[in-house]
């Protein structure tokens, strides 16, 4: 049996072992999961804890319908107080797990972003935005109308020397970033907000599960759970799922509720959605291997990347983003990964900078060392194959 290490977020190490892995069946898990039409290697999906087609979350919520039909679909304005007792209870448990007073289910991370701005920033409000945050949380900038003041991406200096000239406003910002996956200095930036008299936003939808003690994101793992203001969480992720959540004081959930348009305007997640919904949080609690195994193969990608020469030096987590340059040199690199049996994602303007196009991986829990060992196998041969003259990523 081959014992495999992973540090786990309180710092001790932790082993999983194939056996305990295959125990799950290799099968079930999505990068295993595919048709004659898929590729064989997965590096896009979001699905990093492989729970997409678990057995255990799809009969909860099989069951779920069976026994409650799809219930009352309509908006959750209408069923805070009475009538929807299993929401309510998924948000007390999620407020629970990840050490706030309060949360509310939204119906995507898009929607707990554009709806938490909207209701909490106004027309004067200058809302301090890292240049790289997800195009939701911009989004929620036009809808409050108000002000966008973007600083650099993880600037601490450039953050502070904005709050010193516009004032007191909303610091927002990813705690993982989905295309770069760096991950923000989340304690120097509290700090400097703090000191400029700011509420503080930060998007957790990457790391919820993936990090922290039972998965429960970066701000609980740094512990400063008491100082950020607010937190969201696309449930399209780890959880594998569709639904978001915000998280915060009391008083402020409160307002969300009643305030936020999308809580008003749409119509609620159902009943046998946050059935699966608490199918994954259990198994979070009882499967940390898992996430355990998807740091694991993220350090030794990221590792045998740097060794063959492509600067990812940028990736903290388990988003690797490999920057080529304009969309003409970025194509040959995908055809370059689909003619070998990977699938990763090409990004391009707007979701990233300008010249700055990419290909994307994602890592998950599926992966063995013979799906890392045939990656860098294609990575290296396409150093030799392709002209990687303007490469961004081989420049230092
Ligand atoms: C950082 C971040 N926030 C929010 C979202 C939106 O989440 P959802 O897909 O649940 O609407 C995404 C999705 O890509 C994201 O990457």
Redesign the pocket.
């Known amino acids: 049996m081959k014992n495999h290490f992973a540090i786990s977020p309180q710092g001790e190490t932790t082993s999983y072992s194939n056996h305990e892995y295959k125990h799950y069946n290799r099968d079930f898990l999505t990068s295993r999961n595919r048709t004659e039409y898929d590729y064989r290697i997965e590096l896009q999906t979001?699905d990093y804890l492989c729970l997409a087609q678990d057995k255990r979350i799809i009969d909860t919520k099989i069951k779920h319908l069976k026994n409650y039909g799809h219930g009352n679909a309509v908006s959750r304005i209408f069923t805070h107080d009475i009538g929807a007792d299993d929401l309510n209870h998924f948000e007390t448990r999620f407020a629970k797990r990840v050490k706030a007073e309060d949360a509310v289910l939204t119906m995507?991370?898009?929607?707990?972003?554009t709806g938490l701005i909207q209701a909490f920033a106004c027309p004067q409000t200058p809302v301090y935005i890292d240049q790289y945050?997800?195009?939701?949380?911009w989004e929620g900038i036009l809808c409050a109308r108000a002000k966008a003041r973007p600083f650099r991406h993880n600037n601490i200096e450039d953050l502070h020397k904005k709050i010193r000239k516009y004032g007191p406003g909303l610091v927002v910002i990813?705690a993982?970033?989905?295309t770069t996956g760096t991950i923000a200095p989340l304690a120097d930036i509290v700090h400097i907000a703090k000191e400029g008299d700011c509420t503080i936003v930060v998007?957790e939808?990457?790391s919820f599960g993936c990090q922290g003690p039972d998965g429960a994101g970066l701000v609980v793992e740094k512990g400063l759970e008491k100082l950020v203001d607010f937190r969201?969480i696309?449930?399209?992720?780890a959880v594998a799922a569709?639904?978001?959540v915000v998280v915060g004081s009391k008083n402020n959930m409160e307002f969300f509720r009643y305030e936020a348009r999308p809580m008003i305007f749409s119509t609620s997640v159902l009943g046998y959605e946050v059935a699966g919904f608490n199918k994954v949080l259990d198994i979070m609690a009882e499967e940390p291997w898992r996430r355990f195994k998807v740091k694991y193969n993220h350090a030794t990608l990221k590792q045998g990347l740097l060794e063959l020469g492509y600067n990812v030096s940028a990736s903290d987590a388990q988003i690797i983003g490999i920057v080529i340059g304009d969309n003409e040199a970025t194509t040959p690199f995908k055809e370059f990964f689909e003619k070998n049996e990977i699938s990763a994602s090409p990004f391009s303007p707007p979701a990233t900078p300008a010249g700055k196009s990419m290909m994307r991986m994602t890592i998950n829990a599926s992966l063995e060392q013979e799906d890392i060992d045939q990656i860098l196998n294609v990575c290296e041969r396409a150093l030799k194959e392709l002209d990687t003259t303007d490469w961004v990523c081989l420049q230092r």
């Open positions: 979001n995507s991370g898009y929607n707990a972003n945050a997800h195009a939701s949380l990813d993982l970033y989905s998007d939808t990457h969201t696309g449930l399209s992720k569709r639904g978001g």
